[in-house]
Structures are given as C-alpha cells and as structure tokens.
C-alpha cells in the first residue's frame, strides 16, 4: 500500500490536453541538446511516457526513438520501482548523454531517480510534475499539488453522467 498523502483532488488530462502540452515540452527542448543543439534520441519511459515521447520526437523530427520499461505502480499503490526492460546500449553509451528521456508525470521521483542512476547525463523531462519529485526533472511544463492524481486520457473512457437535478 501507498504510503504518501491521499490524493483528494482529481487532475483530468484529454487527449488534446496531452497533445499540447506535450508539444510545449518539445518546444521547450528545441534546441537544448548538447552544445546547444539536437538530442541524439529519445528514451521513452513506458508505459506513460510513450504518448508524450511519440509527440516530442515527431514535434524535434528525432527518428531515433527507444524504451526503457519501469513498473512502479497498481494503480494508485507504489512499490519499489525496477527496470523491467532496458533501452539499447548503443543509443544510450555510457551515461546517456544527449538522450532525452521523456516520462508523462514525476509523482515521489523515485522512477526518475532509479533511470538517472543508470543514464547520469541523460536529460529528463515530464509533461506533468508533483513538488515532491521536482528535483528528479530537467523540463516540465505544468506543476499539480502533490495531494492531485493525474488522469490520463488513456485511463479514461466517456461515461453517461446523471443531471444534476437527477429525477429519482
Ligand atoms: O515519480 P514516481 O512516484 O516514481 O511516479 C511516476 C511514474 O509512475 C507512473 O508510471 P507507472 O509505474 O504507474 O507505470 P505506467 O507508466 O506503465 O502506467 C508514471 O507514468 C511515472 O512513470
Ligand atoms: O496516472 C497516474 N497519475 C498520477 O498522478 C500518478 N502518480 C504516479 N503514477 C501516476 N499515474
Ligand atoms: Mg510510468
């Protein structure tokens, strides 16, 4: 079970929220890579940061484009993150620089800090961010409370809802 703060608020993303935010992240990154130029690749962080990975390497024009798998969560209960596929060596070398390593959200950090041990160099940037794990993050676009749970669009389906005025 989770042991961090309940998450009394809701944060619910529509899928063209997450296409424009995630496009002012890659227009935020254009152009930062090392020596102020293009990122080599992007590592995905699966299973949320593909989506936003697919957007940031089509929005930078990057083609190479790989994963790295880290389970942490079910559904909103957090154990100890662990890689459970990692990205080619090769496009990673030695300490993933000029790797951009794109994630949907950074809730706690520990994800982000378990694939910043492994890749030190590599940039790390999310969509959406938790103060608590800020500190884990190179870019992101908006911040939520740390008591918020972030919906995704591909968590969610359209349901029928009641009138408020609801006949009985
Ligand atoms: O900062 P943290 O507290 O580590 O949490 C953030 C991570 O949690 C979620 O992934 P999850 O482990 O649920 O897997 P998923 O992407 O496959 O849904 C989210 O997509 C981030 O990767
Ligand atoms: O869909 C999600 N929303 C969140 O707020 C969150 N935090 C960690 N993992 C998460 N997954
Ligand atoms: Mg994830």
């Not at 559904?75 to 459970?84: G, L, N, T, W």
Request: glycine share 8%; hydrophobic share 40%; net charge negative.
């Amino acid at each position: 079970m989770s042991d961090r703060l309940p998450h009394e608020k809701g944060f619910h993303v529509s899928w063209d929220q997450i296409h424009r935010d995630a496009r002012a992240l890659a227009w935020r990154l254009d152009g930062k890579g090392p020596d102020g130029g293009a990122w080599r690749s992007v590592v995905a962080i699966t299973r949320g940061g593909m989506a936003p990975a697919m957007i940031v390497s089509r929005e930078l024009d990057i083609r190479v484009v790989d994963t790295i798998s880290v389970k942490s969560y079910n559904h909103q209960d957090q154990s100890q993150p662990r890689v459970i596929k990692a990205p080619q060596a090769e496009i990673m070398g030695t300490d993933g620089e000029g790797v951009l390593v794109v994630d949907d959200l950074v809730d706690t950090g520990k994800t982000l800090e378990l694939v910043r041990k492994l890749y030190p160099k590599a940039h790390f940037a999310t969509v959406y961010a938790k103060p608590a794990g800020r500190a884990m993050v190179d870019t992101y676009i908006t911040e939520v409370s740390q008591d918020t749970w972030i919906f995704f669009p591909w968590d969610m389906a359209l349901q029928y809802v009641q009138p408020y005025r609801g006949a009985d």
